[in-house]
């Protein structure tokens, strides 16, 4: 743990006996499968049996393993066990994930500073970053203005082929189509 701030959480709220029933209900597992119950021993129900277990196929079991085996030890360190849950756990939070409570409620700095970095407030992102373009402002309208133009427009009412969904790769793809058409407004802006 690199940071003090979860290190203090952590001493201050051990797990203690928070892992027993799980302990004993993944050894009662081990028995009915007559599987040695040792912290690899999970590696042995094979992959159908834990995914029926936990109902999700889109579950990445290769990614909880090192946690598995950190809370099934005999003596277990719980710093190790919440590095583990750290790496297992993708870093997205909603207001809802942080609850509106005051137990969670100091931690909420702590969440954005590490996952936005620093933000400024009041500053006019389009004049510190694009101000000493110049005609900038005429030309975007003037692009725009023939994206909307035309039988087949880039846009009207949203962007045309905007994918439903916004998954990652679609919408890289669905940039990679558009660029070179903006570039192509852009060109006949810059022969005037």
Same mark, same amino acid.
């Given at each position: 743990m690199d940071d003090l701030p979860r290190s203090k959480i952590i001493s201050d709220n051990p797990i203690g006996n928070g892992l027993d029933a799980f302990r004993a209900s993944f050894s009662s597992a081990c028995e009915s499968a007559n599987v040695s119950c040792t912290p690899d021993a999970f590696e042995q129900f094979g992959k $159908?049996?834990?995914?029926?277990?936990?109902s999700s196929n889109s579950f990445d079991f290769d990614r909880i393993k090192p946690l598995l085996k950190a809370a099934l030890t005999d003596n277990p360190d719980d710093t190790l066990i919440w590095d583990?849950?750290?790496?297992? %756990?993708p870093w997205v939070y %909603?207001? &809802?994930a942080l609850m509106n409570s005051s137990e969670y409620r100091h931690y909420i700095d702590q969440v954005l500073l590490r996952e936005l970095g620093t933000l400024y407030i009041g500053l006019l =992102?389009?004049?510190i970053y694009f101000g000493g373009v110049? &005609?900038?402002?005429? #030309?975007? $309208?003037?692009?725009?203005k023939k994206c909307k133009d035309g039988?087949?427009?880039?846009?009207?009412n949203g962007w045309s082929g905007w994918p439903a969904g916004a998954k990652e790769k679609?919408? =890289? #793809?669905w940039f990679r189509d558009l660029i070179p058409k903006l570039e192509?407004?852009?060109? &006949? =802006?810059?022969?005037?």
């Open positions: $159908k049996r834990l995914y029926s277990a936990i583990r849950v750290y790496n297992a %756990t %909603t207001t &809802g =992102l389009y004049e110049a &005609g900038l402002e005429v #030309a975007s $309208k003037t692009v725009f039988s087949n427009p880039l846009f009207s679609d919408v =890289l #793809a192509t407004f852009v060109e &006949g =802006l810059n022969s005037c």
